[in-house]
């Protein structure tokens, strides 16, 4: 089974919508059991808070739910536990790297890497804009779930 952490700052906006747009990729398959697949948060700000409302709405325009998610903090003990740990950006990358210390099976990633971008994903917080932070987050759990499983 292959365990996948998506990481972002307060894991109410982008994170989470990585965790259940990529659980919704491997359940269309017919590959949920191979995976593990959950998300966190490198700041204590959020903790205990559910969904963004903005990231809910979107998700459920493709009827994916993420209902009972709650902001969880990345935990240093998480690096034993998960294959691949996929940073929203690059501060969250650096924040990471301070939780989880050196990453010497080299398991953190940045979720843009696999379109073969260096790019952010496009922080809704900031923005507002959901349907560019989806349309990032969904090309690259794709990309990334055709690396994995072909």
Known sequence: MLKIMFVCHGNICRSPMAEFVMKDIVKREGREKDFFIASSATSCEEIGNPVHYGTVGKLSQYKISCDGKRAV??????????????????????????????????????????????????????????????????????????????
């Open 73 to 150: 903090r990345l935990r240093k003990e998480d690096y034993d536990k998960y294959d691949l740990f996929i940073g929203m950006d690059r501060y969250n990358i650096i924040n990471m790297m301070k939780i989880l210390g050196e990453d010497s099976q080299k398991k953190i990633h940045t979720m843009l890497e696999y379109v073969g971008s260096d790019r952010d994903v496009a922080d809704p917080w900031y923005t507002g804009d959901f349907d560019k932070t989806y349309d990032d987050i969904k090309s690259g759990c794709e990309a990334l779930y055709k690396i994995l499983c072909h």
